[in-house]
């Protein structure tokens, strides 16, 4: 199984943890590795895209949910871009507490 981790081109906090998922899908059987989520990529040749720290996004939000739908089109994506397009706009922290799941204060 053919895995990639899209993570961001410039991060401002460096992602520590990513190469323990990738060795850990390692020692599973399968071949994973990070790629920026814009990089120009063919997408399909994965099994299964994980948006994992496309911390980036956030100065592109219509390019990067453009990105996950073409992606969503092509192979499996395991966050659907109808959730991500949810969860780019920090409101649903106020959806979740509605529903009484404990947040962090923001505002």
Known sequence: MRVLLATGAQMPVPDRE???????????GAEACLVAWDAARDWSAADLVVVRTTWDYVARVEEFLAWAARVAALTRLSNPPEVLAWNTHKGYLLELSAAGVPIVATR
Do not use: K, M, Q, T
């Not at 990513?18 to 599973?28: D, M, N, P, R």
């Open 18 to 28: 990513s190469h323990l998922l990738v060795g850990a899908l390692a020692a599973a």
